[in-house]
């Protein structure tokens, strides 16, 4: 049995994170750890973890990450696909790899955990042997076994090799607008509470309500639109200097804008869902849609 290392909290679908905050979490030690600035990382409620810089290969990682699958993505799986001038939208690009991370077993949504990947090759980073022995691949070093190595060997499927790009077409969809509902319900909670918490540090305020501004981008999925109004909330903050709880505050406006994103999306999240779990009984998915 391979060595699995922990990830999200037992029970946690790489797909659709069901809690924003366990996000944001998940998200910090993942760009602390690949030592990358949060903007270059592609960040999506579609799925649990950011993706690494598109194009990314392994040796482009802190070597303390060499274990983790996210950095031996295989060429199709590293930036998203392109045929003549149309390229695949990022959310599809990031759905199509955590379905195959999550459906071939490189994560598993039980446990919450991540397959090791230097255990799978026989490679112990403790071991000092075996420390220097990445550290000259990671200097250019030539190693027939780290460059051989290839993800697709345990993730490819043959007989469907395109399973994952069908699936991510035919769910975007629906997977957009439930991920956008989840996440403004969740973000619209919070901005209430902010809104009227008595006695809060308003050091602490302004953090939640930056916080706020940045997972509402994020929840948008990339909707101009919303990303418009949420983008402006953000410029009337900047020269506003009265109470964040206010009566008039911009708070109030952005409270607005995750209840717009929750009208909308609810009266058809439950046709939605049913509508992917027609493609998910189709395609042989795990359930994870409502997790």
């Not at 990947?117 to 420390?131: Q, R, S, Y």
Request: glycine share 8%; aromatic share 8%.
């Amino acid at each position: 049995m391979h060595q699995r290392r922990p990830g999200l909290s037992p029970g946690t679908s790489l797909i659709l994170p069901s809690n924003v905050v366990d996000y944001v979490v998940a998200f910090d030690d993942f760009a602390s750890a690949i030592s990358v600035p949060a903007p270059f990382l592609m960040a999506s409620p579609l799925i649990g973890l950011p993706l690494p810089p598109a194009g990314w290969s392994p040796r482009d990682f802190a070597p303390e990450l060499l274990w983790h699958p996210m950095a031996w993505l295989p060429e199709r799986l590293k930036r998203p696909l392109t045929n003549g001038g149309d390229v695949e939208p990022d959310n599809g690009w990031v759905l199509r790899v955590g379905l195959e991370l999550q459906e071939s077993g490189l994560y598993d949504q039980v446990s919450g955990s991540w397959f090791d990947v230097l255990t799978h090759l026989g490679i112990d980073p403790v071991n000092p042997d075996d420390a220097q022995r990445l550290s000259a691949w990671l200097a250019g070093g030539a190693d027939q076994q780290l460059d051989e190595f290839d993800l697709d060997e345990l993730i490819f499927v043959q007989d469907a090799p395109e399973w994952s790009l069908e699936a991510a077409i035919a769910s975007l969809e629906p997977l957009e607008v439930v991920a956008r509902t989840k996440a403004a319900r969740q973000l619209l909670a919070m901005c209430n509470e902010t809104l009227t918490g008595d006695g809060v540090d308003p050091d602490e305020q302004a953090e939640m309500v930056e916080m706020m501004l940045t997972l509402g981008v994020w929840a948008t999925c990339g909707d101009e639109a919303l990303n418009t109004r949420i983008e402006q909330i953000r410029g009337r903050l900047d020269s506003y200097t009265g109470g964040l709880s206010d009566a008039g505050s911009p708070v109030f406006a952005l409270s607005a804008i995750f209840a717009d994103m929750v009208d909308a999306g609810e009266p058809i999240e439950n046709d939605l869902l049913a509508q992917f779990e027609r493609v998910r009984r189709e395609t042989g998915l795990s359930e994870f849609a409502a997790s």
